[in-house]
């Protein structure tokens, strides 16, 4: 018989099987992540459609991330670009719970030789085919076999502690308490950010003899509070959608693991038969730690019924705890969809109001840093910016899924282009604006630098509101005064610099920086107004020659 490793070479083995662990966990997270992204969450926001599929995906995304936070961050994008509802993103988040279940009963299989060729196999390929076409699918094979790994290592050397008299020390002085291990679910569970891996651990010292069955089962019902604990206070700055599905997540879970600890202390103390009455009647062998993920899957299923149970009500509720936020609501595409981009024409229609839809909301930036119109400001200068941000991204995307239409006809790839051009000058126009409007934000209007803020302001709010005429009418006589305002960027610019040379001696070193700074981006904008001009006369030529 081999002697006993020392107990700091078996603590060293532990710790980095923990290390492999946490390692495969995160890099598979993060690897699905990176998953292509518009057909990826288009095909998402499909399936939240149909209840059957949805529940599917939501189980296989489980199984493969090892945690629901990554589900409901791509579910809270789509609610907020309207293509999914929070009743269709619920029981998706609850399927996806569900599938944590997979790892746990693999615990005691012996897979970690397929671990190891996962991670010799795909690090060779990694290697060696730098931009090889599989190198995508690699990646998260790689971590999944140092989960498989560290799962092993874990349980090989947690096995040996017994063997040590200085570490069986150590556990019989610590007190042997249901509670406590209970306790130790709801920690650990708030600090792993796991649910899986915490049951895993409790699964992997209950094989050890560390800790005993009902020891095991109390550290999976921890996990449930310990779920609504993270979701509660480790995400407590998210606000709107996603708040509202980490609170829906706590409610499920911390409701189902309290039930499961109920149900246990019921049968302790009212000796009425139920969880540990059953556990040696069911099919597999209590060694194994099969009857412990059987209850995991018990307890993971009570959240699939609080889920449909409550699925009438709860989406209200939830409104009602976290309303969607304003940035939310306003980053929100009010005309393009999925759905369009079927039709060539109804789609670009559609991006072109969207577009208008933008530079409509540009001069609510200027009513914010107004003494006199700020309080009838549409939003916050940040909010408008990010959610511009927002749909300005989406557009793009948008436009791309015409385009991999494969045009035949000159005259439609000519309108996309054309189309693409535009959102190009609205996007620099949003992005100058900002900048000004960062500039003046928060400085007190007084002395020179309210004359020269008002100048460029009155100028602006003049641009912007002939460029929305010229963009809703289409007309040519709007668009010829569009071009006319913005023909001559650097006569204008040249007036507004020659009035604040003139009060040039009023203002200190950091007020000429900023009224230089500002010029510099007012001119940008002529000069994006002046471009956006020729694209609409063109757009108004192609029209009529066809």
């Known amino acids: 018989m081999a002697d006993a490793l020392p107990l700091d070479e078996i603590i060293a083995w532990i710790l980095a099987g923990l290390g492999l662990y946490f390692m495969g966990m995160g890099g598979v997270r993060t690897n699905v992540q990176r998953i292509p992204g518009r057909q990826f969450r288009d095909f998402i926001g499909r399936a939240t459609k149909t209840p059957v599929l949805g529940a599917l995906l939501g189980f296989i995304l489980g199984v493969i991330t090892q945690t629901s936070i990554g589900v409901s961050v791509i579910l809270a994008g789509l609610i907020s670009r309207g293509i999914a509802t929070i009743p269709m993103a619920?029981?998706?988040?609850?399927?996806?719970?569900?599938?944590?279940?997979?790892?746990?009963?693999?615990?005691?299989?012996?897979?970690?030789l397929?671990?190891?060729?996962?991670?010799?196999?795909?690090?060779?390929?990694?290697?060696?085919?730098?931009?090889?076409?599989?190198?995508?699918?690699?990646?998260?094979?790689?971590?999944?076999?140092?989960?498989?790994?560290?799962?092993?290592?874990?349980k090989v050397y947690c096995g040996q502690l017994t063997d040590s008299p200085q570490a069986m020390e150590f556990f019989n002085s610590v007190p042997h308490s249901d509670l406590l291990a209970f306790l130790f679910g709801v920690a650990a569970r708030t600090v792993i950010q796991s649910t899986s891996t915490v049951v895993v651990l409790g699964l992997i010292l209950s094989g050890s003899g560390i800790f005993s069955h009902d020891q095991a089962l109390m550290v999976l019902f921890g996990t449930g509070p310990g779920t609504a604990l993270a979701a509660l206070f480790l995400t407590s700055h998210f606000k709107g959608v996603m708040r509202q599905i980490t609170v829906f997540e706590a409610v499920i879970n911390g409701g189902?693991?309290?039930?499961?600890?109920?149900?246990?202390?019921?049968?302790?103390?009212?000796?009425?038969?139920?969880?540990?009455?059953?556990?040696?009647?069911?099919?597999?062998?209590?060694?194994s730690g099969s009857h412990v993920a059987s209850f995991f899957l018990a307890q993971q299923t009570l959240c699939l019924v609080f889920t449909y149970s409550t699925l009438r009500w709860m989406p209200a509720w939830l409104e009602k705890i976290s309303p969607m936020t304003q940035e939310q609501d306003l980053s929100r595409p009010r005309f393009i969809s999925d759905a369009a981009t079927q039709d060539f024409e109804t789609g670009l229609t559609l991006a072109e109001r969207e577009l208008v839809g933008l530079v409509q909301r540009m001069p609510g930036y200027l009513q914010t840093i107004r003494?006199?119109?700020?309080?009838?400001?549409?939003?916050?200068?940040e909010v408008l910016h990010n959610s511009s941000l927002a749909i300005l991204t989406e557009l793009e995307a948008f436009l791309s899924a015409l385009t991999d239409q494969g045009l035949q006809r000159r005259s439609a790839s000519v309108a996309l282009l054309q189309t693409q051009r535009r959102l190009s000058l609205i996007s620099e126009l949003d992005d100058c604006i900002w900048q000004i409007v960062q500039g003046f934000q928060g400085r007190p209007p007084a002395g020179a630098l309210q004359s020269v803020e008002s100048n460029i302001i009155e100028a602006l709010d003049t641009l912007l509101y002939t460029a929305i005429d010229a963009l809703n009418s289409g007309s040519t006589e709007d668009i010829e005064l569009l071009g006319m305002i913005t023909a001559a960027p650097g006569e204008v610019v040249d007036r507004l610099r020659r009035g604040y040379l003139q009060e040039e001696h009023q203002l200190d070193h950091n007020e000429r920086i900023l009224i230089l700074s500002v010029l510099?981006?007012?001119?940008?904008?002529?000069?994006?107004l002046q471009q956006l001009s020729r694209s609409l006369q063109a757009k108004v030529i192609a029209t009529a020659d066809t």
């Open 114 to 154: 397929f671990g190891l060729f996962l991670i010799g196999l795909s690090g060779i390929y990694l290697q060696f085919f730098l931009r090889g076409r599989f190198r995508g699918l690699c990646e998260p094979l790689y971590s999944l076999g140092l989960v498989l790994l560290g799962i092993r290592l874990m």
């Open 256 to 287: 189902a693991g309290l039930v499961m600890l109920a149900l246990f202390y019921l049968e302790e103390i009212g000796h009425v038969p139920l969880l540990k009455y059953w556990l040696p009647r069911l099919p597999g062998d209590i060694e």
């Open 371 to 381: 003494s006199d119109n700020a309080e009838k400001a549409l939003a916050a200068p």
């Open 520 to 528: 510099s981006q007012y001119e940008r904008i002529v000069w994006a």
């Open 90 to 112: 619920l029981p998706m988040v609850a399927w996806a719970n569900f599938g944590l279940v997979v790892l746990v009963y693999l615990v005691h299989q012996p897979i970690h």
